[in-house]
């Protein structure tokens, strides 16, 4: 770490300059490593930016999945992540051989994956779905052709509710952070901040009970909000309320604050806080932009299917607003 009057935030501007590096930070990284980034957002709205700039190497702050889909949809760039070891338990919870296995026992059914999902995995998948537009992916499926909808459960059982359709079969994965955001908490926030707006990822083990609790009038539901992390980030953009409980991964707070400073954001729990995502240090981000390490590197019979699932989910409506 430089000591001197240069910064570490310095030093990383100046590395990524030297090699013509953006480096993009995804929201649940630690405040620090965000303000230091080009640009902050979801995984998939920083893969197109990716794809976009003229730099001709991506440094990614993130987990493994979100750096390969940025090399997927960037082949031709070098993309690096501070630590390729960043994995994420969602991601993890379907490999490419458990997938294959269910595709054999229901062969007529479409594949929608979530992106967080590996490389592999999207490969052998049909199309390629955000958290905001699961319901919008699917809906695109005829009504008579199963579906075989990954790796999230929570996500899949929001799509089931909102298209009405009996034929989506749901991989039983979740991510261990937004799964321990549970119902008591939501009640308990909720009874301590009775006039806060709720925002409340999809991917929480809370969103399926708290769509059902607002229905049941047990929380209020023209404040109670199911949104990606890029649609928290537009509500909070235009809130007026003074308080808003926010049940996702914590990191979110930092940018939900700096689009509106005059709301207070409360973590419905505090404790959510994803171990791969904070995982990128200051340290390591250095190391990355000296050494040019970790690179992301993917097999050719990969990179073409892989690629097809996610531009057809591009090509059929709003993709940004993912994890
Ligand atoms: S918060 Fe969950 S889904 Fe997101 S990267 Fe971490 S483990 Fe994966």
């Known amino acids: 770490m430089p000591t001197t009057t240069t910064t570490w935030q310095d030093e990383i501007r100046k590395l990524a ?3 013509d590096a953006i480096v993009l930070a995804h929201n649940y990284q630690e405040p620090a490593i ?51 070891r960043a994995g994420c338990s969602l991601a993890d919870a379907i490999d490419v051989e458990q997938l294959r296995a269910w595709k054999r026992a229901n062969p007529s059914a479409v594949v929608v994956a979530y992106v967080n999902t590996s490389a592999a995995v999207k490969a052998e ?10 319901v919008e992916v699917v809906e695109t499926i005829p009504a008579g052709r199963p579906v075989l909808f990954l790796p999230d459960q929570f996500l899949g059982e929001h799509v089931r ?36 707006e709720l925002l409340v990822h999809p991917e929480c083990g809370c969103a399926t009970s708290t769509v059902w609790l607002a229905g049941e009038g047990e929380l209020p539901p023209e404040r109670t909000h199911i949104l990606s992390t ?28 700096k689009a509106n400073p005059h709301t207070r954001f409360l973590p419905v729990n ?13 340290e390591l981000l250095l190391r990355c932009l000296r050494e040019g390490r970790d690179e992301i590197t993917l097999p050719a019979e990969v990179v073409a299917p892989a690629r097809r699932a996610v531009e057809r989910m591009i090509a059929i409506g709003t993709p940004g607003g993912g994890e």
């Open 17 to 19: 300059r030297a090699r």
């Open 34 to 84: 965000q303000d230091v980034a080009d640009f902050v957002g979801d995984s998939l709205a920083l893969s197109r930016i990716a794809a976009r700039t003229d730099a001709s190497t991506i440094v990614f702050c993130g987990v493994h999945f979100m750096a390969e889909t940025a090399k997927l949809l960037s082949p031709e760039k070098t993309v690096l992540m501070p630590d390729a």
């Open 125 to 134: 998948s049909d199309i390629c779905c955000t958290s905001s537009n699961a």
């Open 161 to 196: 509710r909102r298209t009405g359709r009996d034929n989506i079969s749901v991989w039983l994965g979740e991510c261990h952070v937004h799964a321990a955001i549970s119902p008591r908490d939501i009640r308990t926030m909720v009874a301590a901040h009775p006039d806060a």
């Open 230 to 257: 890029g649609g928290m980030l537009a509500a909070a953009r235009t809130m007026t309320a003074r308080t808003a409980l926010v049940a996702t991964e914590i990191g979110m707070l930092h940018q939900l604050g």
């Open 270 to 282: 505090p404790q959510a806080s994803c171990r791969f995502m904070k995982m990128t240090t200051p």
